[in-house]
């Protein structure tokens, strides 16, 4: 199949799932009634006058936001994942391998065990410490690497973000112990969700996502150059240093930014990654921005999962995932281990 059809299937992957997420629910809504009250909100078309006004407002102000707020992150851990597997030559890493999950939890932790609250952020408090937290996580892991080894080669830097990982999920452990009454609400968030999502949080998540990613694809060529060895990568001018700085950084950002306003959401960041290879190669011009667009497919329809399989109760969407991703995440693993025995 030649790449141009693989890019159209998979944009239309991305339209069928959006429009599966939007229109499935308590209340079915058709693809032709989901164009209408499109047009009619975005481009001031008329309504048919069969549309009731309740289906409008559940689409627009439920549906709408949360299917696309679940794509985006999806979108933005996919690009992450891909991102963080190049740079340090390892199927298996992500920003969660760098403490980006563990802290953005603790940092959500002080915010709902304290009652911390920012007079001018509101409901934002908790996103921003997730982010601060998770990012704050990253560079200390990255800073410690530099110190220990001024080349910063991958195995350090996995080395101690894993360390460095056990460590934060050692201060959350303890204060979830100490703080029981909040233990529910701990849970719940690290599991992920994306009830509640509303277009205020597109507006703040979805522009930094879409910067970074970006930014991230203005980096192919190095990311490309990288896959080859980091030796390679240093006769061919690449600065080793500055660039998993940058790289890792950036992906940071977009893990940072998912799991402050959903939650920690694991095994899309692995999944997306290898399936886009597969069917695209390693190019990352076009391996960056499939992996956004499977991404977020798949988690607009982990979401559909959560919220109907159950209903009307509402499963967290880290579970959906994670019935998918663990098996994959093993099948990856073992994989590996068997290409290096037969290697060796």
């Known amino acids: 199949m030649k790449t141009v059809y ?13 429009t599966a997420a939007i229109g499935v629910g308590s209340i079915v ?18 309504l048919s006058p069969e549309i009731d006004g309740i289906l409008v407002s559940i689409l627009w102000n439920v549906r709408l936001p949360r299917a696309l707020f679940a794509f985006f992150v999806g979108a933005a851990l996919a690009v992450s994942g891909t991102v963080m597997q190049s740079v340090l030559k390892n199927p298996l890493a992500s920003s969660y391998t760098l403490g980006v ?3 953005a939890s603790l940092g959500a932790a002080f915010i709902i065990l304290f009652g911390i609250s920012i007079p001018a952020l509101g409901l934002f408090s908790l996103p921003l410490a997730g982010t601060v937290f998770g990012l704050l996580t990253v560079f200390l892991a990255m800073a410690f690497a530099s110190r220990l080894d001024r080349h910063m080669e991958n195995q350090t830097v996995i080395l101690v973000g894993m360390v460095l990982s056990l460590f934060v999920n050692a201060i959350l452990t303890l204060l979830t112990y100490i703080y029981r009454e909040h233990m529910q609400q701990l849970i719940v ?12 949080q ?5 522009p930094v996502m879409i910067l970074a990613i970006l930014v991230l694809m203005a980096f192919s060529r190095e990311m490309d150059i990288l896959t080859f ?3 390679q990568a240093l006769t061919m001018g690449v600065n080793l240093k500055q660039t998993k700085w940058i790289l890792i950084g950036l992906s940071a950002v977009l893990t940072g930014a998912s799991v402050a306003f959903a939650g920690v959401i694991g095994f899309i960041d692995l999944i997306a990654p290898h399936v886009v290879r597969r069917f695209f190669g390693s190019a990352h011009r076009l391996v960056i921005p499939m992996s956004a667009l499977f991404g977020g497919s798949f988690m607009a329809l982990a979401d559909l999962i959560a ?3 159950a209903a009307p109760s509402e499963l967290p969407v880290g579970a959906v995932t994670a019935l998918v991703g663990a098996p994959f995440f093993a099948y990856v693993y ?3 281990k068997r290409k290096k025995a037969a290697e060796g």
């Open 6 to 18: 693989k890019i159209v299937f998979t944009m239309i992957l991305s339209i069928a799932a959006l």
């Open 202 to 206: 597109l507006g703040v998540a979805v």
């Open 307 to 309: 919220r109907t399989i």
């Open 29 to 46: 809504i058709s693809p032709s009634v989901i164009l209408q009250i499109l047009g009619n909100k975005l481009l001031g078309l008329p």
């Open 101 to 103: 999950s563990s802290g």
């Open 334 to 336: 073992f994989k590996k």
């Open 189 to 200: 968030w690290q599991m992920g969700s994306f009830s509640g999502s509303d277009w205020s």
């Open 229 to 231: 060895g980091e030796e």
